[in-house]
């Protein structure tokens, strides 16, 4: 049995604040669960039985799961008095906690301190509830929820009002719930618990997640990373916009990093959407069909009017979804149903449908580099039984319909395609969300499941701070290329390791102290002979040391870094050089530890790489090479001492290989680091 | 009476190729039409009428509008006396013209020879015609567009397949149709006849317009300026990615440059979106609801529940659009009728709502910071009746609802607020995209009619090629500010020049037969000595003369020119300078001449803008000052004899102004230059 058994799947249940008064919130509760078939008993003094207990010694059961409808202040001690009566979950819905002060946070803490002492897992507090439509189970206080129809998809939101908000628009789609949960402030049930609790769910089709806030940023993508295995997971993220103030204000939590938490939910095998309105799409869609796993689906296209499948095809390739010329065979097959008046290499427009339009499908969908068909199709029931063609069709790929028409025609064909398990949409746009979400949940599985790379760690005794020598020092014993480099003392040295290196040669301060030398003139560059040297040191400010090194020809750069995230712990980013790309955030993000294909994935990320696969004459960089370094910084932070290290800037040379310029490595205080290594 | 009544409000009407046979297009097109109010004559020889003529003779009145659906190659002929019939206006569906080939490029050539011969003025060919509502006028081979209702909003799409979709879509909204059309090939009638016809048309709402290409790209952008003075008008421009051939092969024409087109089409005041979902929420929301004219219109956002109002928010704030602090006076007002567990400072939070809910949104619309009120609630008829509560209130602003639920419930209750005038939206970011686009036409309206600013154009008698040095003296003539320099024969002219300089000097070729400079070597930079000089020269490849200029100090660049675009003729660019930001596309583009206030917002329309607003410790760009320079080159741009000026890079100095440090002028091979000029 499942350990949330008890609260997603109750055989009985107890209200507390039970009433028949409207407008109150246990009235509300009290309707939503008039039609659960096990045993519901009222608690409110003076109307109902005055306490669990009471009714637990008159009914002679006692309820698996306690509903609390009363105020924050009273709700620790009735709950701590239910899990003495036999209650072992429980849902608390009242606000008035950790969100709103000092007050409710001492309220909240109480609550934690039942959920420690008595193991009664509780969901909650200041959430709207769960819906479970198969067990009949509405456990909210908007009654209306009752007639949700029961389905494959599973939503698992933040907020309350959010869960409500997807399971209706999902309904309104034709998609059915298998769980609707509305996580509220996370005192003891977190994303990651219900995740979890999903994962043992045979009903199961698909999971539509949204994230305000991770706790246990690694417990939750480790249970995506589970579930993805058997279902699909599409993922939005609140906080793209600075709302951190209304964020903390809704949960009490802190809103998480946006960029991070998405890099970390894809990483897990997510597929991530920007809007709720997408998020119902890519969920319909998966909840009915997945696609073989592979990187680089391609779509076919079907489409009866050309406009339509124009802003389709255009939403697709924007997305970066394939959408290949069709093969010789398949071209000459469509020349043999379809008169010659339209565009047929893909999409394939067939103009006004008529009855040759299955035979159409199922030739573009035999293509051998089409993995799903995509067909739009506006009803013109004069010319064709659209619903009855697709369902006729035996396609050798799964299909995706979108459908326009009168509003209320076009609905009805919708369920009927959804009841013979085709997603379908309303829109062109729509459509593409679909389809994009089918091809990244197929390229997300393509690269599961694979072995971390694991580096032997250097034995290197460091102590705080690392000055950008050893720093260097630590980077090539990973392998990573480093330019030649002498430290001197003074002047006289730095003569002497101009006329061993030869020029030209660049000249730094080397003072752990200044993390920023050239905003303070540190760095003399282009160092050809003893007069240049004489000249850069008279404007070098004073240090402790100096560096002389090589000076690296021109070439494309990187920046390349490990750091701790608060919530998920080291992250490797990669991203391009430069003032631009860094106002932009041209960055890329992975949870460390990486594997090699997570590594060499890095670059594609980036929206100017280009620049660094030979753009402008300058050298393609070494993939591999540049993968080398990311997992050198992966393998960096998995070392509990180190707090961050950034490789800035990371220079492609004329041979692809690629050289740290400048890297800061930054240790922790405290090297015990246990609490997110 | 409108050069386009004959064709939209047809008193009498004749089918081409009408029949009874089920599954033909003239079988469709009948049935269509049986709701028109005037006669309609059906020619079909052997069935019906054998011709026009004949049909007239028959019922002694001659058709106002055409409508053929027979073949491509029989068209013209029949067009030809039916215009000798006494027929004004024609609609033609059949495809099988210029986008399938040879054959059919001859049968539209031969189309556009009865348009000019007979003056009948021409919709389509290879379009599913329009829908006139309010006049029973279903002109297209869709017979259920019959039952879409009367309403504001016209819809102008390249397509007649996204006519319909998006005037389905809009019925679903709850949203009415004035007039549908569908463009196809354009032979006669474009996008900006349409357009002009709508502006005299009091009936008129908004306009929802769809392009794929615009062969008269002035025309199109004045009909969309003088519309928006009327009614709102939102785009969505086709082209994003390449789609070139599909594109080609729908409408016989080329795809316009996306970017291009959405530049001219702001510029001229049209709202843009993304995609056709997008311009259904925005058109929805504009067809009930203008704002007032100004810049950066205030969100104040009330919401019923927090997670779906973080949403809100987030969507809002990342497309751009403030959702202000609100005033104390409104805090404390809100304090008198809201508990105060709940965020309450915009958004605010009501938590569950109450019967205050209508005071809570008065309160907040009459914030002197806010110009639209935006609600997000779910329904919960238990603890409020929410389309009473947005009906009672009496607020300052306009309202925008977002109105979640179970579906049927919430189509009622948005159709019933639609009704009372109160744009409504399914999800929180239907609802962001409608309040963006109240916003932004508030915002394009406060910018428009402001007057050009005519800059005297100097004389100059210049003969092709332009190199470098007179490129710089053109634009020093407009008050662009350029380097010293002195144009040298030989190494002894430039070490003269350098003495006279004082150093340091860049030293360059002059050739203006080579573009790049930079990339044979031609250009040293940081010469001071004598020695430096003679070691540049020396590196130089061979050239005509030389350029020997002052060396400015270093500063953030930009890349600023002018170019003549083929369908929109001059438009300038203004960018920022490396190559991150060039392979990122961060450009802003505006049709020449500009206004001052153009010119001013260019840099704004930046992502990288903070760059140059004294980024990391950078002087601020002195805005007076580039805009200077980009009316400079918008008067270029207006000289006939010019095809192209390019300032790359345009650098800021230390003292805010900008230098060209580079220019290149190119002259038009036709100087007389009146196809585009």
């Given at each position: 049995?499942?350990?949330?058994?008890?609260?997603?799947?109750?055989r009985?249940i107890?209200?507390?604040?039970?009433?028949?008064?409207?407008g109150?919130?246990?009235?509300?509760?009290?309707?939503?669960?008039?039609?659960?078939?096990?045993?519901?008993?009222?608690?409110?003094?003076?109307?109902f039985?005055?306490?669990?207990?009471?009714?637990?010694?008159?009914?002679?059961?006692?309820p698996?799961?306690?509903?609390?409808?009363?105020?924050?202040?009273?709700?620790?001690d009735?709950?701590?008095?239910?899990?003495?009566?036999?209650?072992?979950?429980?849902?608390?819905?009242?606000?008035?906690?950790?969100?709103?002060g000092?007050?409710?946070?001492?309220?909240?803490?109480?609550?934690?301190?039942?959920?420690?002492?008595t193991?009664?897992?509780?969901?909650?507090?200041?959430?709207s509830?769960?819906?479970?439509?198969?067990?009949?189970?509405?456990?909210?206080?908007?009654p209306?929820?009752?007639d949700?129809?029961a389905?494959?998809?599973?939503?698992?939101?933040?907020?309350?009002?959010?869960?409500h908000a997807?399971?209706?628009?999902?309904?309104d789609a034709?998609?059915?719930?298998?769980?609707?949960?509305?996580?509220?402030?996370?005192?003891?049930?977190?994303?990651?618990?219900?995740?979890?609790h999903?994962?043992?769910?045979?009903?199961?089709g698909?999971?539509?997640?949204h994230?305000?806030t991770?706790?246990?940023?690694?417990?939750?993508?480790?249970?995506?990373?589970?579930?993805?295995?058997r279902?699909?997971?599409?993922?939005?993220?609140?906080?793209?916009?600075?709302?951190?103030?209304f964020?903390?204000?809704?949960?009490?939590?802190?809103?998480?990093?946006?960029?991070?938490?998405?890099?970390?939910?894809?990483?897990?095998?997510?597929?991530?959407v920007?809007?709720?309105?997408?998020?119902?799409?890519?969920?319909?869609?998966?909840?009915?069909?997945?696609?073989p796993?592979?990187?680089?689906?391609?779509?076919?296209?079907?489409t009866a009017q050309?406009?339509?499948?124009?802003?389709?095809?255009?939403?697709?390739?924007?997305?970066?979804?394939?959408v290949?010329?069709?093969?010789?065979?398949?071209?000459?097959?469509?020349?043999?149903?379809?008169?010659?008046?339209?565009?047929?290499?893909?999409?394939?427009?067939?103009?006004?449908?008529?009855?040759?339009?299955?035979?159409?499908?199922?030739?573009?969908?035999?293509?051998?580099?089409v993995?799903?068909?995509?067909?739009?199709?506006?009803?013109?029931?004069?010319?064709l039984?659209?619903?009855?063609a697709?369902?006729?069709?035996?396609?050798?790929?799964?299909?995706?319909?979108?459908?326009?028409?009168?509003?209320?025609?076009?609905?009805?064909?919708?369920?009927?395609?959804?009841a013979?398990?085709?997603?379908?949409?309303?829109?062109?746009?729509a459509?593409?969300t679909?389809v994009?979400?089918?091809?990244?949940d197929?390229?997300?599985?393509?690269?599961?499941?694979?072995?971390?790379?694991?580096?032997?760690w250097?034995?290197?005794?460091?102590?705080?701070p690392?000055?950008?020598?050893?720093?260097?020092?630590?980077?090539?014993?990973?392998?990573?290329?480093?330019?030649?480099?002498?430290?001197?003392?003074?002047?006289?040295?730095?003569?002497?390791?101009?006329?061993?290196?030869?020029?030209?040669?660049?000249?730094?301060?080397?003072?752990?102290?200044?993390?920023?030398k050239?905003?303070?003139?540190?760095?003399?560059?282009?160092?050809?002979?003893?007069?240049?040297?004489?000249?850069?040191?008279?404007?070098?400010?004073?240090?402790p040391?100096?560096?002389?090194?090589?000076?690296?020809?021109?070439?494309?750069?990187l920046?390349?870094?490990?750091?701790?995230?608060?919530?998920?712990?080291?992250?490797?980013?990669?991203?391009?050089?430069?003032?631009?790309?860094?106002?932009?955030?041209d960055?890329?993000?992975?949870?460390?530890?990486?594997?090699?294909?997570?590594?060499?994935?890095?670059?594609?990320?980036?929206?100017?790489?280009?620049?660094?696969?030979?753009?402008?004459?300058?050298?393609?960089?070494?993939?591999?090479?540049?993968?080398?370094?990311?997992?050198?910084?992966?393998?960096?932070?998995?070392?509990p001492?180190?707090?961050?290290?950034e490789?800035?800037?990371?220079?492609?040379l004329?041979?692809?290989?690629?050289?740290?310029?400048?890297?800061?490595?930054?240790?922790?205080?405290?090297?015990?680091?246990?609490?997110?290594?």
């Open positions: 049995m499942n350990a949330l058994d008890p609260l997603f799947a109750p009985s107890a209200i507390l604040g039970a009433s028949d008064v409207p109150k919130l246990g009235t509300a509760m009290t309707a939503s669960l008039d039609r659960f078939p096990g045993p519901v008993m009222k608690i409110n003094p003076g109307r039985f005055p306490t669990v207990a009471a009714a637990v010694a008159a009914e002679g059961i006692a698996d799961l306690v509903i609390s409808c009363i105020p924050a202040a009273m709700t620790a009735a709950l701590r008095a239910a899990a003495a009566a036999g209650a072992r979950a429980a849902l608390v819905c009242a606000g008035g906690f950790a969100e709103s000092a007050e409710g946070t001492a309220h909240q803490q109480a609550l934690s301190a039942v959920v420690r002492d193991g009664i897992r509780l969901l909650g507090p200041n959430t509830g769960f819906i479970a439509p198969h067990a009949s189970l509405t456990a909210t206080f908007v209306d929820a009752r949700l129809e389905g494959p998809v599973a939503v698992v939101a933040a907020s309350g009002g959010v869960n997807l399971a209706f628009a999902l309904a034709g998609v059915g719930l298998r769980l609707g949960v509305g996580l509220g402030n996370s005192v003891d049930v977190t994303q990651a618990d219900v995740l979890d999903l994962c043992g769910d045979d009903g199961l698909a999971v539509a997640l994230v305000e991770a706790a246990d940023g690694r417990r939750l993508t480790a249970a995506v990373r589970r579930l993805v295995d279902v699909p997971v599409v993922a939005v993220v609140v906080g793209r916009s600075d709302v951190g103030d964020a903390r204000s809704h949960t009490g939590a802190l809103a998480t990093s946006w960029r991070v938490t998405r890099a970390a939910l894809r990483q897990a095998g997510a597929v991530l920007d809007d709720e309105r997408e998020l119902v799409d890519a969920v319909s869609a998966l909840g009915r069909v997945r696609l796993a592979r990187p680089g689906s391609g779509v076919g296209l079907v050309a406009g339509p499948g124009l802003l389709l095809t255009d939403a697709l390739r924007t997305a970066g979804v394939r290949p010329p069709l093969s010789e065979r398949t071209v000459k097959e469509l020349g043999d149903v379809l008169p010659d008046l339209t565009y047929q290499r893909n999409p394939v427009d067939t103009g006004r449908p008529s009855p040759t339009f299955t035979q159409v499908i199922e030739h573009v969908s035999e293509d051998p580099d993995d799903v068909t995509a067909v739009y199709a506006l009803l013109e029931p004069a010319a039984d659209l619903p009855a697709l369902q006729a069709a035996r396609p050798a790929t799964p299909l995706v319909a979108v459908v326009g028409g009168p509003p209320e025609q076009a609905r009805r064909a919708r369920a009927e395609l959804g013979a398990g085709i997603p379908c949409a309303t829109t062109p746009a459509g593409a679909m994009r979400a089918l091809a990244e197929a390229a997300n599985r393509s690269r599961l499941g694979e072995d971390i790379v694991s580096t032997t250097p034995a290197l005794a460091l102590s705080d690392v000055d950008e020598h050893t720093a260097k020092n630590v980077l090539a014993g990973f392998g990573v290329r480093t330019p030649v480099r002498r430290v001197c003392a003074g002047r006289e040295a730095a003569h002497a390791a101009l006329d061993e290196l030869g020029g030209p040669v660049v000249v730094k301060i080397l003072d752990p102290g200044v993390l920023h050239t905003e303070v003139g540190g760095v003399q560059v282009g160092v050809r002979t003893h007069d240049d040297l004489d000249a850069a040191l008279d404007r070098l400010p004073a240090s040391a100096l560096l002389v090194e090589h000076m690296a020809p021109a070439g494309p750069e920046i390349a870094g490990v750091r701790r995230d608060p919530v998920f712990g080291p992250v490797v980013a990669l991203g391009a050089g430069g003032t631009a790309a860094e106002t932009l955030g960055v890329s993000l992975r949870l460390a530890p990486l594997t090699a294909n997570e590594a060499d994935a890095m670059l594609d990320d980036l929206a100017t790489r280009a620049l660094f696969q030979g753009a402008r004459g300058a050298a393609p960089v070494d993939r591999a090479r540049l993968a080398h370094v990311l997992l050198a910084l992966s393998s960096l932070g998995a070392d001492g180190v707090a961050e290290c490789i800035n800037p990371l220079r492609v004329p041979d692809g290989d690629v050289v740290a310029l400048d890297a800061v490595l930054l240790l922790r205080d405290d090297q015990g680091g246990s609490d997110d290594a």
